[in-house]
């Protein structure tokens, strides 16, 4: 499995976030004019579900639990609390669809596994 | 007993905690800016994780602890008392020295002045044993004797060192504490021995920055913002600055410190802009002297689009959460507010 149709680019509105599941993988996926990207469904501070603590507004996402905030098509952190970027998916678009390449699902490292990978 | 923080890069930190003092405070008074918020439980900021060591954990049913991973050791460093010398590890960067502002320390003081301001909200003083500088915005942790565990409170007055706190609570239907204030006759709380830990809060107010304000209040979330207002006045700070308070309590009855703000507001009459919020229907007379303040009906967050802001504005939020998310979405919504424009302790 890699590249995967996800939705329509119709079926994101404009400065907004849309969580979708393809094949066991819940990717969120974010548009802003003509541009999208796709990343993990949850904050990567205290794994806050994104689709309900963030907030879109002049092409930034903001998770509102604690005001970390990204650029919503770079998944760059913007200035101010936010530690850590997001994890972004390739995205690209064809036929007025969104295809993302769900080669390996991305997840941030809340220290589920005893590695020294971790946020600790 | 000696506590290390384990670092991904850099030598280990150790600091020395008392017996008893919760590791977050032991962290914070050696100067080791480690996370948190709220400092009583409730918000989860705090988490941490346990190496090697014993702890005893404090409050088991604290609400911040829901979202812990407790089978990989992780727990809250405001509740957490080491039992045992412990190797922890904190996700974030911490270097020594790094605490900003005033470094919070234990204090032990006396209930005072305790005054009734309205149904539900009463105001005390605590005279401490020695004096303390703090932020205007700051909060300090209280625990009274008879309570289990620690409430939080921000400061209503301001001074650069002071031996004298005032705090403003409201009542929360079974909470303990309130039981404790509203529950009998104010003289017998009257000497109460206090124990206190801060200044804590990141929500502060800078003078320096040369910020205009927007403050927006919830009840009791007015206490910090009073703070502001009074180091605001002394320092001639809205000679340059303009700041507006939008404070929203209940109804008309609820209001509190309407002659603080009314002294505030006429002697600054250009650039204070004070608005009291009723989330209930007024009705006619309700309101008798409210010169050069507006009482409208509305909820607090309603109001915000109609404020003046620019890319200069710093907006403080405090109050009932709902009011606060409901602030905050109207700030980035309506308004393009930054993330770094905002500022709040998340108490929940």
Known sequence: ?120 | MTITVGRKTGEPINFENNPQEKVLQSALRNQLAVPYECATGTCGSCRAKLISGELDQGWVDAPGRKALKTERGEFLMCQAVAQSDCEIRIPSSVSEGSVKGFIPDHYSGTVTQLKQLTDEVIAFSVALEETISFQAGQFMTLEFPDIVGARAYSMVNYAQQTDQLEFVVKRFEGGACSRLLFGQSLELLENQKVTLFGPLGHAVFEPDLEHDLLLLAGGSGIAGMMAMLEQADQIGYLESNSIELVFGVRSAVDIFYLSDLQRLTTKHLNNLKITIALSERMTDGELQQTTNLQVTQAFVHELISAAPTSDHTMAFIAGPPPMVDASIRELITDKGFTAEQIRYDKFA
Not at chain 1, 23 to 31: K, M, Q, T, Y
Not at chain 1, 73 to 81: D, K, L, Q, W
Request: hydrophobic share 35%.
């Open chain 1, 1 to 120: 499995m890699s590249w995967k149709t996800v939705c329509a680019m119709a079926d994101v509105e404009d400065n907004a976030i849309k969580l979708l599941n393809v094949d066991g993988i819940s990717v969120l996926v974010a548009r802003v004019g003509e541009q999208y990207a796709a990343y993990p469904p949850v904050c990567p501070h205290m794994e806050e579900p994104l689709e309900e603590s963030g907030l879109c507004a002049k092409g930034k996402l903001t998770c509102t639990k604690h005001l970390w905030q990204w650029d919503m098509i770079t998944g760059e952190a913007e200035p101010g609390p936010a530690e850590k970027p997001l994890l972004m998916y390739e995205v690209r678009t064809e036929d007025g669809q969104v295809i993302v390449n769900l080669e390996k699902e991305l997840e941030y490292d809340f220290d589920d596994d005893d590695d020294d990978d971790d946020d600790y």
